[in-house]
């Protein structure tokens, strides 16, 4: 969330996790501006930067760590953030963690067109958002902005990962996953799967056709919380 941390604390997280765990970890950054960000912001007492700068901050902080995990030393000059001979990353010797960069603007597709390996789309908030656009239609748009945001920067669009979080409500009957997903009516959208592991297979097989490369899975459980851990909801995804 670049809205409420510095791009030179991003950079140093990252590449202490980088160093721990070497090709195991993917740095994933966003304007901050979502109802999560705004939600962290007020919770934690960060000030949270203004909608006419935050973009141009997270397009800094892209910018900055693609000097910083590049060079011993870094002078940078961006809109909102300005460097001058600071640490690059100092044991990492060139290696930079992928870069996931999360939104759906056009704004935001344009920074991941520059800088991004990875792309969340966050269709699991908008879709519902504009009641005239279907699924389908939600990714078609944006996949062939992001395409031809790519050429204007002469990208191969194939080199950008695009991944999407689904939420589930997975069961071995209908009637149960409706009840799952009755305690979870604020996190459920037209992007969430309801039902048996051969409606989770089938709503997999939509989203590759729509060019999703990769899906996070969010299970949900009749607590009303997410349940990542819970061997009941793997063994029926296995």
Do not use: K
Not at 117 to 141: H, K, P, Y
């Amino acid at each position: 969330n670049t809205a409420t941390r510095r791009a030179q604390d991003i950079a140093r997280f990252a590449a202490s996790i980088e160093g721990l765990f070497p090709d195991r970890f993917i740095l994933g950054l966003g304007a901050g501006r979502s109802r999560y960000g705004r939600a962290v912001a007020s919770a934690w007492g960060y000030p949270l930067r203004t909608s006419g700068d935050h973009l141009a901050y997270l397009g800094d902080t892209l910018a900055y760590l693609e000097q910083y995990f590049r060079e011993p030393t870094v002078t940078f000059s961006g809109a909102c953030l300005t460097l001058e001979a600071a640490e690059g990353s100092p044991f990492l010797a060139g290696r930079r963690p992928p870069m996931l960069v999360a939104g759906h603007t056009d704004d935001v597709l344009r920074l991941v067109a520059a800088h991004a390996d990875l792309w969340e789309g966050m269709a699991v908030w908008q879709i519902g958002a504009r009641s005239e656009e279907t699924r389908n239609e939600f990714f078609a748009r944006t996949h062939e902005t992001l395409r031809h945001l790519c050429h204007e920067v002469g990208r191969d669009p194939a080199d950008i990962t695009i991944c999407q979080t689904l939420y589930i409500a997975l069961a071995a009957s209908q009637r149960e996953a409706a009840s799952i997903a009755a305690q979870h009516q604020s996190n459920l959208t037209a992007l969430s799967c309801v039902g048996t592991p051969i409606d989770l297979a089938a709503t997999l097989r939509e989203l590759s056709a729509s060019g999703v490369d990769e899906v996070q899975l969010v299970p949900l459980d009749l607590s009303g919380r997410a349940a990542a851990s819970d061997l009941s909801v793997i063994q029926l995804i296995g």
